[in-house]
């Protein structure tokens, strides 16, 4: 059974960092991994994706050279480590899986994810 449990969220003022952790297990050979989040009043959009057997990542213009995912295979842990924080960063963030077959690329499509956390609350706020 596919799991997947977010960790890392929190407050932080505007211009510092945090670092969400996704826990995986039960995964299958070849999966993705997308960063979501949702704030209130708006639709939950994609923020990054990652996949588990190619140097491939993706990343939501609005966070472009401010965000980074990556991913320890050896944990089935993925990783998005937020810098700059702005206060529209501020949402509840999820992890979510699906699976990606042999591919080079992954896809920040929502409805391509089957698999998703219970989400992390992160606040950038002064």
């Known amino acids: 059974q596919v799991q997947l449990v977010e960790s890392g969220g929190g407050l932080v003022q505007p211009g510092g960092s945090l670092r969400l952790s996704c826990a995986a297990s039960?995964?299958?050979?070849?999966?993705?991994i997308g960063w979501f989040r949702h704030a209130p009043g708006e639709e939950r959009e994609g923020v990054s994706c990652?996949?588990?057997?190619?140097?491939?990542?993706a990343y939501a213009d609005a966070v472009k050279g401010r965000f980074t995912v990556s991913r320890d295979n050896a944990k089935n842990a993925v990783y998005l480590q937020m810098n700059s924080l702005k206060p529209e960063d501020t949402a509840v963030y999820y992890c979510?899986?699906?699976?990606?077959?042999?591919?080079?690329?992954?896809?920040?499509?929502?409805?391509?994810?089957?698999?998703w956390g219970q989400g992390t609350q992160v606040t950038v706020s002064s």
């Open positions: 979510a899986a699906y699976s990606s077959g042999i591919t080079t690329m992954c896809r920040m499509t929502e409805r391509t994810y089957d698999y």
């Open positions: 039960g995964f299958w050979d070849y999966y993705a």
């Open positions: 990652i996949l588990s057997s190619y140097d491939n990542t």
